[in-house]
């Protein structure tokens, strides 16, 4: 990507020191002998997944498989594996062909007599509908995309100027819904295809319409435009996870984002310091670095530059024996795989972890929560892992030790210090059993945790995904979130469309208030948190600088009908949330995986980055970029933490900024932290501190096991300070670089 630069100030600086490094590496640096063997390592792994014992992948093999079988059949046996034909085509994104396989189904079905065959047809129909809906995002969301593309409700360029496909679906679905009008997904769809061609509401029959509302939100906010493609890091792919992180120490955020498909190349966007990005994946040494439903980041080895864990081969179960891989920050602005001299490499399935200083020895430890179904016997038994750091690059593993013996299917880890005593504790998110609560009580004899699940009051939802703590409300107290995930009874559209308007829908996400006594209360009804949430990739951030932190959800899972909006929630002083989805812009209905917040053009407010794409190998699509657009309206300030005793990027640190505002004194507490366990937000502390007049005082709470805090003195508001532990804050120039978005750039091919 070129951009021209700006002739004065910072953005020179930025620039010289970009193009320094740019002489420096080789356009094409090739991967090193130990990431080379890695890929190898992995690719051989991939290469053993039986596709006829995973559903999520894989569907281009399976659909070759389903039609040469069915060419060698007839009558009803034919008829049943040209079905399954069509919809491995239709998941591996084949869309036109998945359309010519159902219309041929229909055709030769109609003169069979076939046990239930009314039933079967309208099934038929709906899959056709289905694929109809496909070709027409295919076609306009992702061939001509804009950036108001699948934003519900879909509206001006949003909408389709190729309509075939929704015209098709519009009236399969009106057919559909005559024959079954409690069909409540097939109404959503209907009404989402109308949508598309400017035919909503009013082109849709009054008793196939949506309530009055239902895409709309209650409050105002400012619209968030969503800029990747002008930026060129709208990379289009499958669900993956992102690192928003200043990796080259130039003091300007980055990005890093991968894509879970085995062949999806891990892609490094290297902010150019002239308002935009350059795709360093190749400099870098990553190519052929491969896959990842998730990546962790944090400086593992304490020499100041932010490492990155890729973790691999979830939902595939017994098949998901596939190694993560740790990349080493050289420093220099390349990787380099060091995942088997580091002592990690196991071949269990997983997509998330959590780095923390867990006995406080300022050397990050790593949890690695693993998918195990310990019914399905011994090639499903994955259990957890903990691993110790040895202060010279390798880990060692001591879950038995630590008394952490974890054997569920775990999707969600979050660490953080629950009682204030400077150990971080850990929440694990299980899908279909009770979430579990470890307290940390390590002492001088090691890493140990006590499991206080029973009493902390944090076991729901029973179908569990993403987690994260942080301090909603800030009184000083971690709180939990935890959101829930589909449990399979019904498509998702429906059952959003069910759950209307009801205040204790189970599958809600759970706000729990920290109690201050190793309990939480749930309050996630009496917080306005009462909707569905079907929840994968999600983050917090302030989006106003108001101090109070707001959360974002991507939402989904890998059911085709699953066309649900991503959603935002905006924190009202601690007291409630409102949803923010509509009025904000954010309700992508495209499923929405890793997010990063961070203030990645250096003004002071907080933009954000979203891995999009399903889980089907078709199922893809460009990753966003919402620039933020509030302004200065509120204050801010930015913190860059640098341990000394601590952790070097003092991951588990917090901040306590008392503001004086209207006259009176508040406090706003954050803490450092990549925040979601899907989800990877910049280790700087970026905090709001809304109408503050000046900064009364200030702290931070180093990790380490009852160390007394820092006092800070001398803060001011809209400023950033690097802050080494132990010494006095060290104020930065500040480098506000506007986004350099083309104007002209309306569509992206």
């Known amino acids: 990507m070129i951009v021209s630069l700006a002739a004065v100030g910072c953005q020179e600086d930025h620039q010289e020191k970009h193009n320094r490094v740019s002489h420096e590496h080789s356009l094409s640096n090739q991967p090193s002998g130990q990431t080379l063997a890695m890929i190898d390592s992995v690719k051989a792994a991939q290469s053993k997944v039986d596709p006829m014992k995973v559903t999520v992948f894989l569907s281009n093999e399976r659909a070759k498989m389903y039609k040469d079988r069915a060419a060698s059949l007839d009558g009803l046996n034919k008829l049943n594996f040209l079905v399954m034909y069509g919809f491995e085509e239709l998941k591996a994104g084949n869309t036109e062909t998945a359309i010519q396989v159902f219309e041929q189904v229909l055709a030769m079905a109609a003169p069979m007599t076939i046990p239930g065959k009314e039933q079967t047809m309208l099934e038929m129909k709906k899959l056709l509908a289905l694929s109809a809906l496909r070709l027409g995002e295919q076609e306009n969301c992702i061939l001509n995309h804009t950036s108001a593309s699948c934003i519900v409700p879909i509206e001006g360029d949003g909408q389709h100027t190729k309509t075939a496909g929704s015209e098709m679906a519009l009236t399969l679905y009106q057919e559909i819904l005559k024959e079954s009008p409690d069909d409540l997904t097939s109404k959503v769809l209907l009404n989402i295809a109308a949508m598309t061609l400017g035919k909503y509401p009013d082109g849709v029959p009054a008793s196939m319409q949506l309530p009055k509302g239902y895409f709309s939100s209650d409050v105002p906010f400012s619209k968030f435009p969503d800029i990747a493609s002008s930026l060129q890091v709208d990379t289009r792919g499958l669900a993956g996870g992102v690192a928003v992180e200043d990796f080259d120490n130039d003091g300007l955020l980055d990005i890093i984002a991968s894509s879970w498909g085995f062949n999806d190349q891990i892609q490094y966007f290297r902010n150019n310091g002239a308002g935009g990005f350059d795709d360093w994946t190749i400099r870098a040494g990553l190519k052929g670095v491969t896959g990842g439903l998730n990546i962790r980041h944090a400086d593992y080895n304490n020499d100041g530059f932010v490492d990155i864990l890729i973790l691999r081969g979830a939902w595939f179960n017994d098949q998901g024996k596939i190694p993560n891989s740790l990349l080493k920050n050289n420093g220099d602005n390349t990787f380099t795989d060091v995942t088997l001299e580091a002592g990690l490499y196991t071949k269990r399935p997983t997509q998330n972890a959590v780095w923390a200083d867990f006995d406080g020895d300022g050397w990050l430890d790593l949890f690695v929560g693993n998918e195990s179904l310990p019914a399905g016997g011994i090639e499903s038994n994955f259990p957890s892992e903990l691993y110790h750091n040895q202060q010279d690059g390798t880990f060692r593993e001591v879950s038995q030790q630590a008394n952490l013996q974890i054997n569920y299917f775990v999707k969600g880890s979050a660490g953080g210090d629950i009682n204030n005593d400077g150990l971080p504790d850990l929440y694990i998110s299980v899908m279909n059993g009770t979430n579990q609560l470890f307290l940390n009580v390590s002492d001088e004899k090691g890493i140990r945790f006590d499991n206080i699940s029973g009493t902390s009051n944090t076991g729901e939802p029973w179908v569990s995904f993403p987690c994260w703590m942080f301090d909603f409300n800030n009184d000083g107290w971690l709180d939990i979130f935890v959101s829930a995930y589909s449990d399979g009874t019904e498509d998702l559209p429906g059952k959003i469309l069910r759950a209307y308007g009801k205040k204790d829908d189970p599958f809600r996400p759970r706000l729990y208030v920290n109690n201050g006594n190793n309990t939480f209360t749930d309050v996630s009804i009496e917080m306005g948190l009462t909707e569905p949430a079907f929840t994968m990739g999600s983050n917090y951030g302030d989006l106003d600088n108001d101090g109070f932190p707001d959360f974002y959800l991507g939402t989904g899972e890998p059911n085709l009908k699953s066309i649900i909006p991503n959603k935002m929630y905006w924190n009202r002083d601690g007291k409630s949330f409102s949803d923010i989805t509509y009025s904000g812009g954010f309700g992508n209905i495209q499923k929405g995986h890793g997010v990063g917040f961070g203030d990645m053009d250096g003004d002071?407010?907080?933009?954000?980055?979203?891995?999009?794409?399903?889980?089907?190998?078709?199922?893809?699509?460009?990753?966003?970029?919402?620039?933020?657009?509030?302004?200065?309206?509120?204050?801010?300030?930015?913190?860059?933490?640098?341990?000394?005793?601590?952790?070097?990027?003092?991951?588990?640190?917090?901040?306590?900024?008392?503001?004086?505002?209207?006259?009176?004194?508040?406090?706003?507490?954050?803490?450092?932290?990549?925040?979601?366990?899907?989800?990877?937000?910049?280790?700087?502390?970026?905090?709001?501190?809304?109408?503050?007049?000046?900064?009364?005082?200030?702290?931070?709470?180093?990790?380490?096991?009852?160390?007394?805090?820092?006092?800070?003195?001398?803060?001011?508001?809209?400023?950033?300070?690097?802050?080494?532990?132990?010494?006095?804050?060290?104020?930065?120039?500040?480098?506000?670089?506007?986004?350099?978005?083309?104007?002209?750039?309306?569509?992206?091919?």
Do not use: C
């Not at 980055?609 to 893809?620: K, R, T």
């Not at 006259?663 to 109408?691: C, D």
């Not at 400023?719 to 083309?742: C, L, T």
């Open 604 to 749: 002071g407010d907080q933009d954000f980055y979203v891995i999009m794409g399903g889980s089907f190998e078709g199922d893809v699509y460009q990753n966003l970029l919402f620039e933020n657009p509030v302004g200065q309206d509120n204050k801010w300030i930015i913190l860059r933490l640098e341990g000394v005793e601590s952790n070097r990027r003092a991951i588990g640190a917090r901040a306590e900024i008392e503001i004086l505002e209207k006259g009176v004194t508040r406090k706003v507490m954050a803490m450092v932290s990549p925040g979601s366990s899907f989800g990877g937000n910049s280790l700087q502390l970026e905090m709001g501190l809304g109408k503050a007049e000046k900064i009364t005082a200030a702290k931070i709470y180093w990790p380490l096991k009852n160390k007394a805090p820092q006092i800070l003195e001398g803060l001011e508001v809209n400023h950033v300070y690097n802050i080494r532990e132990g010494e006095s804050p060290e104020p930065v120039p500040n480098s506000h670089i506007p986004f350099k978005k083309d104007q002209n750039e309306h569509h992206h091919h």
